[in-house]
């Protein structure tokens, strides 16, 4: 009998190895999932005779004499090996490649997923496609700056929203003036500005050779001089000093006056033709959010109407001591637990979590080949432990018949 209830204990033990196994396959195609493998465990063992240690010169030691009770499972264990990225065109899909989990919201609850199919809902937020549950990070401030050690909110898209104007309070020049230049050559620039309503203004600046690596500049706006100033440059051509701001008195409304900072550092003389242009002022006009995309640290950056992209909010990545801990609960998500520590939430590439990649999704990492061969040993276990039960039972029937 007791053959019977070890060949038993195999029967239920590798049918819960079927069960993960089909699970497994069943899971084939779901973004995300982390596949799982049964551990068995012997148990009990019955000792008929114990271990005897040897005795001087007479009698050497005896290993002990047991029988083993059958088997059990001990874990069942996930395995997170990465899954094949596939793209899918979406900008709002993602994959984490690497270490850790989509921290989201549900009810008041955070989970995490290694599910990336996010959508925008009605009211701008990246919600989790399958649930509903909301994705968390740590939201942009006015100027575009982000405080990963701030607390997570859900991140939210403002879908048609309105980039207010930004008033120009810094040009940049970069390019070359031509060294070859006689004295009191001039090279007249013209280049645009924003004022505080996003109106556009054109500024003229001249250029005045009054010596060899001496330049003067004077700006004039609606016909009068609003700067002036000189730069020198070394012998090598490099900018060495001078710097400038310009005042323009609007009257169209708009903040006035509105000061304007010039960057000369990155123009050159050198003998060469003339180049001296802007090559940056940190003015717009007011624009619309048109796309959004995320790169590989979680930043959602937008695109807006005026040609500005801007940092939206970044995605965090929930890391854990022990994510073989984390407690499956349906949907593709998963709840902390006991033993998988407390979450920790990080930008994507730092302190381990790992990068975003977007416009796809992370696929299951099932092996199909190998979950197919584990159907087949849990089929030919099975079958041996149920062969070896009607082999215990021929054996209580033969000993039944010695009575007659």
């Known amino acids: 009998m007791g053959v019977i209830h070890t060949a038993l204990s195999a029967l239920s033990s590798y049918d819960l190895m079927l069960q ?56 069942i264990i996930t395995r997170l090996a990465q899954g094949t990225f596939t793209p899918t065109g979406m900008s709002t899909d993602m994959a984490i490649i690497g270490n850790g989990f989509f921290a989201v919201s549900k009810n008041g609850q955070i989970l995490y997923t290694r599910d ?14 399958g649930t509903g549950a909301f994705l968390l990070g740590w939201l ?30 810094v040009v940049r020049l970069g390019g070359n003036l031509d060294a070859r230049m006689d004295t009191g050559s001039t090279l007249p620039i013209s280049f645009t500005v924003y004022d505080s309503q996003g109106n556009n203004h054109l500024v003229q600046l001249i250029f005045v ?27 090598y051509g490099q900018w060495q000093s001078g710097t400038g ?69 970044q995605v965090a990545v929930a890391v854990f001591s022990n994510p073989e801990g984390l407690e499956r609960i349906g949907d593709n998500m998963f709840k902390a637990s006991g033993n998988s520590g407390m979450a920790r939430y990080l930008p994507p590439t730092v302190g381990g979590a790992g990068r975003v990649q977007s416009s796809g999704l992370e696929q299951s990492n099932v092996d199909l080949a190998r979950e197919l061969t584990q159907v087949l040993i849990a089929q030919r276990s099975f079958q041996a432990a149920a062969r070896t039960i009607l082999a215990a039972d021929e054996m209580t029937q033969e000993a039944l018949n010695l009575r007659r």
Do not use: C
């Open 20 to 75: 993960v196994t089909a699970n497994n396959l069943a899971n084939l195609n779901t973004p995300g999932f982390k596949s799982q493998s049964l551990h068995f465990l012997d148990t009990f063992y019955q000792t008929l005779q114990a271990p005897t240690v040897p005795i001087g010169g007479g009698q050497g030691g005896k290993n002990p004499i047991q029988v083993g009770m059958g088997v059990a499972f001990g874990a």
């Open 116 to 129: 990336g199919a996010f959508r925008v809902d009605a009211d701008g937020n990246l919600v989790h496609a």
């Open 140 to 169: 942009a401030d006015e100027a575009g700056n982000i405080n990963s050690a701030s607390d997570l909110q859900r991140i939210k898209i403002p879908v048609g929203g309105a980039l207010a104007a930004r008033a120009t309070s």
């Open 209 to 235: 050779k009054t010596a060899p690596n001496t330049w003067d500049w004077q700006a004039e706006f609606n016909g009068s001089v609003v700067g002036s100033g000189a730069i020198q440059f070394n012998e």
């Open 245 to 313: 701001t310009i005042t323009l008195n609007l009257t169209n409304g708009a903040l006035s006056p509105q000061s304007i900072q010039l960057d000369f550092s990155s123009i050159n003389q050198l003998a060469s033709t003339n180049t001296a242009s802007v090559v940056f002022q940190d003015g717009f006009t007011a624009g619309v959010l048109e796309t959004i995309s995320v790169d590989a640290r979680g930043i959602v950056l937008g695109s807006f109407s005026n040609g500005i992209t801007r940092p939206l909010a």
